[in-house]
């Protein structure tokens, strides 16, 4: 999945998001946007929810675990908004730089 997301002064983000399915196929399977209001990051915290096309909404949510931990990036869970009893980890391949 990428997130291509733009950050307004104030924490909060829009932008698109693309699933790929298998994981490294050339084009992606499935788009939405990201919907204004929830979607921000505030210190530590990343919290995006995306309106896919299709499908039902999701929310991810996740804290910037800092370099040098087991697990340095983005790690969370996502919840189908559609039915929130319906959840799964997942975390980012890449390391962030953040500053608060």
């Not at 530590?44 to 340095?72: C, D, H, K, R």
């Not at 790690?75 to 980012?92: E, F, I, K, M």
């Amino acid at each position: 999945m990428v997130f291509d997301l733009d950050q307004k002064p104030n924490g909060q983000l829009t932008g698109d998001v693309y699933a790929f399915f298998p994981p490294y196929a050339s084009d992606p399977t499935l788009s939405g946007e990201i919907l204004l209001g929830d979607s921000r990051v505030s210190g530590s915290v990343f919290s995006v929810t995306v309106n896919w096309q299709g499908v039902a909404p999701s929310m991810y949510s996740a804290l910037f675990e800092p370099i040098g931990s087991p697990s340095a990036g983005l790690v969370g869970r996502v919840v189908d908004l559609s039915n929130p009893a319906t959840s799964a980890t997942w975390g980012s391949d890449r390391i962030f730089f953040t500053h608060e």
